[in-house]
């Protein structure tokens, strides 16, 4: 195979990590992704908007934290030991999302999925990418910066920068010497 060859048939394949939510498969674009971690505490903001689940601290960085059964108004779900955040980075900044499970990523022809139909697609469900068909099911393609609008977007810039400065100023002074 030729270097054009590869460059080709890199192009008409895209990488998703694909996660459950609620008996369903879904799939972010392999590049968006900074990181998977295990569910952790997550630190409740008063006054959030209603989709923030809260935020966390991740290696020195306050992440706000999104329960995607939530903002897609799925039923809620007890957390379980595949629970997972997957922390992925938007125009908003980084964002957690809060998934049932990780299960597994995916190299998927760019020609095996298509638009949703109109059918299933509101005017609530813009974030959907399409639909990738695989033999035995489907699984739903997400545009992450659709998720949240405009304002949203901004809302969760402000829980993250709010809680920050709020953890910078609470750090402890350092000692007096004796």
Known sequence: MTVMEDVATETEEEQLVVFELSQESYGVDIGTVNTIIRMQRITHVPRAPKFVEGVINLRGSIIPVIDLRKRFELAAFEETKASRIVVVETAAGLIGLVVDAVTETLSLARDASEPPSSIVTTADSHYLRGVAKLEDRLIILLDLERIFGESESEELRDVGA?????????????AAPV
């Open 162 to 174: 709010a809680m920050a400065e709020a953890e910078t100023e609470v750090e402890m002074p350092a």
